[in-house]
């Protein structure tokens, strides 16, 4: 947890932040294929999926994303940063691993992913070990730019 302070947000005690590091997504062409004129999951990314889902496990085994945490990103907005470090520079989009990558990520911790609505995007370089960092992180007070009531 960190002190912080940007743009519309006001200075905040704590933020609930989860930082943690994962393996490269499949690339977008990796992601999905046709089987009997539907679009499904491939191998890799549904491996991808759960190799998220066990790196999240154990860091409530460590102590590290504990059920306070996952109750305040389950009842927060939410910002997603991913800092991917590729191996080559131009070989992969810069967006091609954020929607596998939020989804695996909200399911793992049961939060719905039309909570995230701040989202930043890096590309780096990292030829001997290409990683995604990621950062998590609840925005308790985030208000949009005009509050409407919905009238049923």
Known sequence: MQEQTTGKRERRESIPLLRLTLPLPPSINEQYATVNNRRVSTTVA??????????????????????????????????????????????????????ITQDALCEGLKVNDNRVVDIHLMKHIDPLHPHLYVELEAIPDWQFDKEYILLK
């Open 46 to 99: 549904r491996r991808f999926k759960h190799e998220v889902k066990a790196i999240l496990r154990t860091l409530e085994d460590q102590g590290l994303l504990t059920e306070d945490l996952c109750s305040r990103f389950q009842q927060s907005y939410l910002a997603l940063l991913l800092d991917f470090h590729f191996a080559t520079p131009l070989k992969r989009d810069l967006d091609g691993g954020l929607k």
